[in-house]
């Protein structure tokens, strides 16, 4: 037999082999959960953005929702605007007092003998944007802080609970948790928040708990918007000293103010509900994803970028990038 006519068998076979693997993991990614007013599911950061649009989302599709909130007005917006099943308990996740306290109002708020189907640490912060340099221990802290730490420290508390019924772990991280672009705290803490949940992952592997990661690209949300980020590249480099400030120029802070403002117009996506959606998929679909990695820029532009040797995701990466006034001496 020749090698064409070997090639040539390989294709018939493997091709309806792909196209029956595509088919079979489809229809089992669409299987979805019953009886959810039995299970309760406790999600951080729900005074807006994507936290508060999934407690309304599982509130609808009839689960126990106890949304943490950091403010009582956020909690008392969000009790107005769901079911009376839904349930607030104050949460500050950098806080540990918090979590401890929230932790014994979740208790109480479980019927007897019953844990938590699911938690999702969605609580999150954009943090600082501009150059390492401009930035200040207390900008790192305040991000890791919240980001990281929460994610952890909420974990270590409320894993108990979700261990009692074999459920899962929801972790909000970013596509900036794969590849590092323009905001280094933020990038650090999502990058922790990677490792974390795939060691999570691992450890509970043989404990029928599940650990599930979303990774959303740019997305229009009070989190992230043009103007607070150009605001805050101008409150940055205010803040650095004044040797600082003349190694960069001011060339390179309004050169980067206008392209990364130009790229957030170009690639952020209205299109919040997906998010939610996987959000929504990782907590009550039978066979979730590990990894949901959410919007176009994400799937298509980094996902290239991260594929790619570093040599050259580097170039393509800074080739738009201001060059510092000093650099160019």
Request: aromatic share 10%.
């Amino acid at each position: 037999m020749s090698s064409f006519n070997v090639f040539g068998t390989y294709i018939q076979l493997g091709v309806p082999l792909v196209c029956l693997f595509i088919i079979v993991r489809w229809v089992l990614r669409s299987l979805y959960l019953s009886h959810n007013d039995k299970r309760f599911v406790l999600i951080t950061g729900c005074d807006t953005g994507f936290g508060n649009l999934l407690a309304k989302r599982l509130d609808r599709n009839g689960v126990n929702v106890i949304a943490g909130c950091l403010t009582s007005d956020g909690a008392a917006a969000l009790r107005n605007a769901c079911s009376q099943t839904l349930k607030t308990v104050e949460l500050d996740v950098s806080k540990e007092t918090s979590i401890r306290q929230a932790k014994e109002r979740v208790l109480k708020l479980l019927p007897a003998g019953k844990g938590l189907w699911a938690l999702v640490n969605n609580a999150g912060i954009s943090g600082t944007v501009g150059p390492i340099e401009w930035q200040t221990q207390a900008d790192y802290r305040s991000v890791i802080e919240i980001n990281l730490f929460g994610v952890i420290f909420v974990t270590n508390a409320f894993l108990p609970l979700v261990r009692h019924e074999r459920g899962r772990v929801v972790n909000m991280a970013s596509i900036m948790g794969r590849f590092a672009m323009a905001c280094g705290p933020y990038s650090a803490a999502k990058y922790g928040v990677e490792g974390f949940s795939d060691q999570l992952r691992r450890e509970l592997y043989k404990t029928g708990v599940t650990v599930h990661i979303i990774e959303p690209g740019y997305f229009q949300t009070g989190i992230v918007s043009e103007e607070r980020m150009r605001k805050d590249i101008e409150t940055r480099f205010q803040k650095c000293d004044k040797e600082l400030q003349e190694y960069y120029g001011e060339t390179f802070k309004l050169e980067t103010q206008q392209k990364f403002c130009s790229l957030l117009s170009l690639i952020m996506s209205p299109k919040i509900h997906k998010v939610v959606d996987a959000y929504a998929h990782a907590v009550l679909s039978m066979f979730p994803k590990n990894r949901y990695v959410v919007g176009f820029d994400a799937n298509i532009l980094f996902r290239i970028l991260w594929n790619l040797p570093e040599w050259l995701s580097d170039f393509i990466v800074t080739r738009p990038m201001a060059t510092p006034a000093g650099a160019k001496k």
